[in-house]
């Protein structure tokens, strides 16, 4: 199972960017993908889940109306397209396969069973 995410950067406050989550070595449409964040000296946080269909879509509060996820099964990707950028954004995020027995979705890191590397994303002026 191979997560991998891509797509952080430099970006001024009120930007945008979009992350990709590409994956392999599993049946992807069989699971919903996360996406969390970890900010220097914190703990990683939930942002962002999407079921294996990608009709049911789960925001943290703090991002909501910011932030979009969305999947294409085609592809084996899951997106998260960012808009609106603060300075409190900045982390490095990470994607996640949500543990397949779990029936809804996942918003604690141990609901999840595989991880990609991550991708940091730094809102500065």
């Known amino acids: 199972v191979q997560l991998q995410a891509s797509g952080g950067g430099l970006v001024q406050p009120g930007g945008s960017l979009r992350l990709s989550c590409a994956t392999s070595?599993?049946?992807?449409?069989?699971?919903?993908i996360g996406w969390f964040r970890q900010a220097p000296g914190k703990e990683r946080e939930f942002v962002a889940n999407?079921?294996?269909?990608?009709?049911?879509?789960s925001y943290h509060a703090s991002v909501q109306g910011r932030l979009s996820i969305s999947r294409d099964n085609a592809k084996n990707t899951v997106y998260l397209q960012m808009t609106s950028l603060q300075p409190e954004d900045t982390a490095v995020y990470y994607c996640?396969?949500?543990?397949?027995?779990?029936?809804?979705?996942?918003?604690?890191?141990?609901?999840?069973?595989?991880w990609g590397q991550g991708t940091l994303v730094t809102v500065s002026s």
């Open positions: 996640a396969a949500q543990n397949r027995d779990l029936p809804k979705p996942a918003f604690h890191v141990y609901e999840y069973e595989s």
């Open positions: 070595g599993f049946t992807f449409d069989d699971y919903g």
């Open positions: 999407i079921n294996s269909s990608g009709g049911t879509k």
